[in-house]
């Protein structure tokens, strides 16, 4: 899709600064992530020392002096470009039709699909040879499934989704969900739109009633070959990589990156904006604050070494009887 920029300058009521030559917009992207013909947005000191390393010729900026002749527009506004992000959004999200019919004409079905009663598949949804649909499944428009794919009872793909080849999704699943995004404006809570998509590579298996949240911008990712325990939360922009095995009760706040071959065991929390390297164990009930390099396996709050961990929770045993004993030696100082 296209957007045009002279739209978005009137809706932002922003002053331009740089070559206009731009007529079109193909929508708005994470700072690293953007193309060209994109818009994206830096909003503090992290990304405005960067301008010169995002690849989109457009960027939305605070009004303060930034370098000039690096070939960029810049559209400023007076005020922290996030608290523009719902009206930004909204301009860019995409709109879905109304529901007509329990399969939609525009839908394409593949050879050999069987699908069970009371299953919704929206318009312009590709569903690949070989897939298996059972009740009560709701496919958003606009979704992308690949061949011998199975998707099991009271699961949801809500629009725009893709789901590769040989996927399973178990029963309750949601994939698609809106990204837990609000920003406080005039002291309120604001819905911040979701206007990401939920990548599934293939081969990639989503426990019962787990949920994977679409991105804010840009996608949520789960690559080929991870299998996904039930019970867990999957937050907008995350990236979980290949062969990953996510256990049961783990939640993962958004903007996460976790590398191959990594294991989050039961109750895992994890906090957003972190990367977790590849060939990791983390042990159940942990909770991870920051990141963590390869080849390791660890647990516990503080995060540590698993060994150094399971030391300190055998020397917990001994506190009652440690705290009698230093008791005892303050009395006898006391009395001297």
Not at 131 to 137: A, E, G
Not at 185 to 191: L, P, R
């Amino acid at each position: 899709m296209n957007y045009k920029l002279v739209d978005l300058i009137a809706l932002l009521g922003c002053e331009v600064k740089g070559d206009l030559s731009l007529e079109n917009i193909s929508g708005l992207a994470p700072f690293f992530q953007a193309q060209e013909d994109s818009l994206t947005f830096a909003s503090d000191e992290k990304f405005l020392k960067k301008l010169h390393e995002t690849r989109a010729k457009v960027i939305i900026v605070p009004d303060i002096p930034l370098p000039e002749n690096i070939g960029k527009i810049y559209l400023k506004v007076k005020e922290n470009p996030r608290t523009l992000m719902p009206k930004l959004l909204n301009f860019f999200k995409r709109e879905t039709r109304p529901f007509e019919k329990m399969i939609e004409d525009s839908s394409k079905i593949g050879n050999n699909v069987k699908l069970a009663p009371n299953v919704y598949i929206g318009h312009d949804t590709v569903i690949g040879d070989n897939v298996v649909i059972h009740p009560n499944v709701t496919i958003g428009e606009g979704v992308t499934i690949g061949e011998g794919t199975v998707i099991y009872s009271n699961a949801t793909i809500r629009e725009f989704c893709v789901i590769g080849k040989k996927c399973v999704i178990q029963p309750g699943a949601v994939i698609g969900s809106d990204g837990f995004g609000f920003i406080k404006i005039d002291g309120n809570n604001t819905k911040i739109e979701q206007i990401g998509h939920v990548v599934l590579e293939d081969e990639v298996e989503i426990g019962a009633n787990t949920t994977i949240d679409r991105g804010t911008i840009g996608n949520t990712l789960i690559k080929k070959f991870t299998k996904i325990d039930n019970l867990v939360q999957i937050a907008h922009n995350d990236i979980i990589g290949e062969n990953c095995l996510l256990i049961s009760q783990v939640g993962i706040a958004g903007s996460v990156e976790v590398g191959d071959n990594t294991t989050l065991a039961g109750q895992v929390g994890v906090a957003g904006h972190l990367k977790i390297g590849s060939n990791v164990v983390i042990a159940a009930k942990s909770g991870v604050s920051g990141n963590v390099g390869d080849n390791q396996m660890l647990s516990g709050y503080p995060l540590m070494d698993h060994k150094e961990d399971l030391k300190v929770r055998v020397s917990w045993k001994k506190l009652p009887e440690l705290l009698k004993r230093v008791r005892a030696i303050e009395k006898k100082l006391e009395e001297k």
